[in-house]
């Protein structure tokens, strides 16, 4: 079985500061891995997918996340945040042996302030 | 083109009402899915179709009914529901099993 933790439950960070969301993973075999995040009332938009190669991944609104695989982990960073960066961001992981196809984990909202 | 669309955007049923979910893809995917999503929390799995065919039922009540017509829509029927089953409901598709998944931007089901 797998499972993904995000540790922080909501992070608040200041408009242009960097930021760093948590994700850990547990699984006996290699795992796809990805952020998603949701804006208030709307679905989820895949914002990052890790599946094989480079173990640094971007996206096109300046996230990235590194896949590290002895610390099992698939932070997400931001240099500098936007207001419009304020949302919820689950990770999740795909497991090759589960027929649940995706395992998310508790969410993390993040806000940026002013 | 990434977009899975789902209509109504918004619903509101009584609990002996019929009604049903619609979900729309044009990508080609051969894997659909049905999520519940409750106020800050994550999406549950509710259904998965593979091929059109139903190949996973997380053990959800028979008050929902998935429906597949063809590669391109999904539809979730829903009866005699619960003021609980009020959610978020999410569609999603994939080129593959296990693969990303893209998401509709979902249905609020409210049942009163």
């Known amino acids: 079985a797998q499972s993904v933790t995000q540790l922080d439950s909501q992070v608040p960070v200041f408009e242009e500061a960097p930021v760093e969301l948590r994700c850990n993973y547990s699984?006996?075999?290699?795992?796809?891995l990805f952020w998603y995040v949701q804006y208030p009332n709307q679905g989820l938009q895949l914002l990052l997918k890790?599946?094989?190669?480079?173990?640094l991944v971007e996206s096109i609104n300046g996230f990235e996340a590194e896949f590290n695989k002895s610390q099992t982990s698939f932070h997400l960073r931001k240099p500098s945040v936007h207001i419009s960066d304020t949302a919820e961001y689950f990770c999740?992981?795909?497991?090759?042996?589960?027929?649940?196809?995706?395992?998310f984990g508790s969410g993390t909202q993040l806000t940026v302030l002013p | 083109d990434t977009e899975v669309t789902q209509t109504p955007k918004h619903l509101v049923m009584g609990m002996t009402n019929k009604k049903s979910l619609k979900c729309e893809q044009h990508?080609?995917?051969?894997?659909m899915y049905w999520y519940k999503q409750k106020a800050k929390k994550p999406p549950e799995l509710m259904f998965v179709?593979?091929?059109?065919?139903?190949?996973i039922n997380e053990s959800v009540p028979s008050r929902f009914s998935p429906e597949c017509p063809n590669s391109s829509l999904l539809n979730l029927h829903l009866h005699a529901l619960q003021p609980e089953d009020s959610a978020l409901y999410l569609c999603?598709?994939?080129?593959?099993?296990?693969?990303?998944?893209?998401f509709g931007p979902g249905t609020r089901l409210t049942v009163t």
């Open positions: 999603a598709s994939s080129p593959k099993a296990r693969a990303e998944q893209y």
């Open positions: 699984s006996s075999v290699s795992v796809y």
């Open positions: 179709y593979s091929y059109e065919k139903l190949s």
């Open positions: 999740a992981v795909s497991d090759p042996l589960s027929a649940r196809q995706l395992t």
């Open positions: 890790y599946l094989s190669g480079s173990t």
């Open positions: 990508m080609g995917h051969r894997a």
